[in-house]
């Protein structure tokens, strides 16, 4: 048998309190901040990284959409394959004649980054 001396009184646990408490303060278990290891850190700056980059991403997206969305509405565009002794004039009276052939010219260019037409090219050009 051991027995244990000590200098103070004995403090029992009786129903979850203690026995012989007066004046004793009691205090909450102090716990140190939470603190990332070297691998949680790179990991939380992946993760914000990559919502950076899907907001951006969707936030182009929308500003792209919204520029796209002002032009005339109703105005498809087709594939159409040059042929030979063809012009962006001819091609623009052809698939759009109720429009200025000027601004359809110039919207052949927009639309295929492009100054002049070749025989064989293939271009995206604005139905009427």
Do not use: C, F
């Amino acid at each position: 048998m051991v027995m244990m001396a000590t200098k103070g009184p004995i403090v029992a646990m009786i129903d979850g309190s203690v026995a012989g408490d007066e004046g004793l303060i009691r205090t909450r278990a102090v716990h140190p901040p939470a603190r990332l290891a070297r691998r949680g850190r790179m990991a939380v700056t992946g993760v914000s990284a990559l919502l950076i980059g899907a907001l951006s991403v969707g936030l182009a997206t929308a500003a792209q959409a919204a520029h796209a969305g002002s032009a005339a509405p109703g105005r498809y565009v087709t594939k159409v394959a040059v042929l030979p002794g063809q012009s962006l004039w001819s091609l623009a009276e052809a698939y759009d004649p109720n429009a200025d052939t000027r601004l359809i010219v110039r919207e052949i260019q927009q639309l295929n980054s492009m100054a002049g037409v070749q025989a064989g090219q293939v271009l995206w050009v604005p139905r009427g």
